[in-house]
Structure formats: structure tokens, C-alpha cells
């Protein structure tokens, strides 16, 4: 992702195949390590879209149970 704002260079299927893993990866706790920059400015770029927004369903637990 240097220099990339997505990974195909255009916002692609290979940007939205990863989204749901992280978004699970963080309503458990975790986020995305410091060392991974790159990474993690992708994944606020992905979450500020508004089609992720509309995509969660409403009262979704953080973590399942």
C-alpha cells in the first residue's frame, strides 16, 4: 500500500474482500499494529466510506457472544 490508496491502485474487489475480516479482527479488540502504517490508513480510508456505514447491520454486538 505505498503510495497506493487501495491495494489493486483503484478501489477494487480486492479492497472489499478483506473489509468484513477486519471489521470482525476489531469487534473483538484488536487493531491494526503500529507497524503497519500503511495498513491502517487503508483500513480508516475503508471505514469512512459511506457504504461501509450503511453496510453494518444496526445494534450489532461488538463482540459476539
Do not use: C, V
Not at 473489509?19 to 502504517?37: A, K, Q, T, V
Not at 500503511?38 to 454486538?61: E, V
Amino acid at each position: 500500500l505505498t503510495n497506493r490508496r487501495f491495494f489493486a491502485g483503484l478501489f477494487s474487489l480486492g479492497d472489499i474482500s478483506f473489509m468484513p475480516h477486519l471489521s470482525n479482527y476489531e469487534r473483538f479488540g484488536y487493531s491494526i499494529p503500529g507497524e503497519f502504517p500503511n495498513l491502517k490508513a487503508w483500513w480508516d480510508r475503508m471505514k469512512a466510506r459511506p457504504s461501509y456505514a450503511q453496510s453494518m447491520p444496526a445494534g450489532l454486538p461488538k463482540q459476539p457472544s
